[in-house]
């Protein structure tokens, strides 16, 4: 199944927030290029880095306050860094941070220049795509352009500010900003509620409600019976639980039958209770995106993955790509993974037959629900067939 691979609610304390801009020129056209999409819709980015000849791995998130650069790239590259005296906040912790000054990155036609990059350790995240990620592009980014974002055609577009006329069709959404986009959204599941969430592409999944907002506001069926999940983001690693929704809204758009986790959010990332929790790129995915920071507004038009399937597959555990292995790790006792007798440590050499070895491969084989799938494992060195039946998350 899909897992939460990242969580970026990077807020740095003493941010300042988008203020209000008019413009009375229309947009002009910059540049656009392609991007790839990892697990759970996230966009991954490749820039170059001030003079590096080598490619850049970034996640575009409109969950982050800021742009940020992974610790191992840094030392690697020996970019110069110093105190900021700021901190991060994230699912699994605080961290106080490192500043690397006016710098710039460059991307096909583009190069955005005097960019401040919090300084991150982003080894877990390079693990579970299985891919080195680099770094984190936010507001500092978002807030100079418009940002056309087609899951169609995988392409982003970038534009000046300026008078932009929006498609005839699709819905206009005009988030609050506390530095990042806040939307409200109407859900349903014992009863039906409005409130106000993040709007956050950074997230692999579809929706997170905070543990707090979900038991006072008593909004759950009693009947629904949350699964325990291991997820990796900023600080490390949480329990966390998986669930379903009845019904989510976002402007004119519902979906029905919405994976959804709840976090218990012992750091308060997620502002509770001015807001509920977040909706993720597994959601936002489904829509053509036109992303305007400068004039707060944010258009969504649903494309031809509006009507994918969610993923409600359940293993309890989580794959990771250590030094070219795929590695099964946080087994949740009670969880299928753990009921067929796989073991933390073991490393897949195929599924179903494939011998690929690509994470999100493995990925995609695990995602249909009361099925049975043939995992070799390698374990103390000698080779194991395990059949593992894929649970469903309720």
């Known amino acids: 199944m899909k897992i939460l691979l990242s969580l970026f609610l990077l807020f740095v304390s003493g941010g300042s927030s988008a203020q209000e801009m008019y413009w009375e020129k229309q947009t002009k056209f910059v540049t656009s290029f ?105 507001y500092s980014f978002l807030s100079r352009y418009i940002v056309k974002v087609n899951f169609d055609s995988l392409k982003i577009s970038v534009f000046q500010p300026g008078l932009i006329k929006y498609p005839e069709h699709g819905f206009l959404l005009h988030p609050q900003f506390r530095g990042l986009p806040i939307v409200p959204l109407r859900i349903k599941d014992s009863k039906t509620i409005t409130s106000k969430f993040f709007f ?12 707090q907002f979900k038991d006072d506001s008593a909004f759950l069926l009693k009947r629904r019976k949350p699964a325990p999940i291991e997820v990796q983001g900023l600080g490390g690693k949480r329990r966390m639980q998986l669930t379903l929704i009845k019904e989510l809204q976002i402007g004119s ?82 969880a299928p993974a753990d009921k067929s007798g796989l073991k933390n440590g073991d490393i897949i050499m195929a599924i179903n037959n494939n011998f690929s ?21 390698m374990r103390n060195k000698l080779p194991l067939v395990i059949s593992l039946k894929v649970g469903r998350i309720r």
């Open 200 to 211: 956050d592409t950074g997230a692999g999944l579809c929706f997170l409600l905070s543990k």
């Open 357 to 377: 070895g690509n994470l999100e491969t493995y990925k995609n084989l695990l995602q249909k629900t009361g099925t049975k799938v043939e995992v070799l494992v």
């Open 34 to 138: 392609h991007f790839q999409l990892l697990s759970g819709g996230v966009i991954l980015l490749k820039a170059q880095f001030n003079n590096i000849a080598d490619t850049f791995n970034f996640i575009l998130d409109t969950g982050s306050g800021g742009i940020s650069l992974d610790s191992t790239t840094t030392a690697t590259y020996q970019i110069p860094h110093v105190p900021s005296g700021r901190y991060i906040y994230g699912i699994a912790g605080v961290r106080k941070v490192d500043f690397a000054q006016h710098n710039r990155l460059t991307f096909p036609g583009i190069t955005v220049d005097s960019l401040d990059f919090y300084i991150n350790n982003y080894e877990v995240l390079s693990s579970v795509y299985g891919m080195k990620i680099d770094g984190i592009i936010g």
């Open 253 to 334: 758009y519902k979906f029905r039958k919405v994976p959804t986790y709840v976090l218990d959010d012992e750091f308060n990332v997620l502002s509770y209770p001015t807001l509920g929790g977040l909706i993720g790129n597994d959601i936002l995915r489904r829509f053509n995106l036109i992303i305007n920071y400068p004039q707060r507004e944010i258009h969504l038009l649903p494309n031809t993955h509006f009507r994918d399937a969610f993923d409600y597959s359940y293993t309890g555990m989580t794959m990771y790509n250590l030094d070219g292995e795929i590695i099964i790790d946080d087994i949740i006792e009670g």
